[in-house]
């Protein structure tokens, strides 16, 4: 009877613990950085950012739009305090990373070593630069975020989920 009482509790934990980790976050920023003078911020491109379609692109900026607006920013269309971009990844791509073990000329043990990774789907990074210094402040991803082949009402809802994740860590808490 005891037993019966405390499984019924396991599948709440199991939900609980399949929400924590269904998406995740990561993010960094410059610990120099005043963010309470940001006010205002404006959209860039990143030049050969990865933008999966228009209505993916209006969606991601739409998400990210309402999180910085709940943070009190203002967007304007140039002359902001902050600029913000974003990439994102939609498709599974392979990442190789090479090194040289030895110095070329000193020894006849030099040998190149390649790993390769695995780029995760649906990757969303969203970075925050001063416009003024031209320094990156804040960047944060959010993995497991866009699936194409998913209801786009389903996906977008996700996306949200996923960026207001995100932006509980902006701006950081002083003192960290």
């Known amino acids: 009877m005891r037993l019966a009482k405390q499984l019924r509790f396991l599948p709440i934990l199991f939900f609980v613990i399949a929400c924590a980790y269904g998406q995740d976050i990561h993010y960094n920023y410059d ?3 005043n963010f309470t003078n940001y006010k205002t911020y404006q959209w860039v491109d990143i030049p050969g950012g990865n933008t999966p379609d228009q209505l993916v692109d209006q969606a991601i900026r739409r998400a990210i739009d309402e999180q ?5 920013l203002v967007k304007m269309e140039e002359d902001a305090d902050l600029s913000v971009a974003y990439v994102a990844i939609v498709h599974e791509g392979n990442s190789v990373d090479f090194s ?9 043990a030099v040998s190149a070593k390649g790993k390769t990774s695995t780029i995760p789907v649906g990757t969303v990074t969203v970075i925050l630069y001063d416009s003024e210094r031209e320094q990156l402040i804040w960047r944060g991803d959010a993995s497991k975020t866009l699936n194409l082949k998913k209801d786009p009402d389903k996906n977008y809802k996700n996306m949200q989920k996923a960026m207001s994740k995100l932006f509980r860590n902006y701006p950081p808490k002083p003192g960290k």
């Open 31 to 33: 610990r120099g950085a």
């Open 68 to 72: 910085l607006a709940q943070k009190g």
């Open 100 to 108: 040289i073990v030895g110095t070329p000329g000193w020894s006849e």
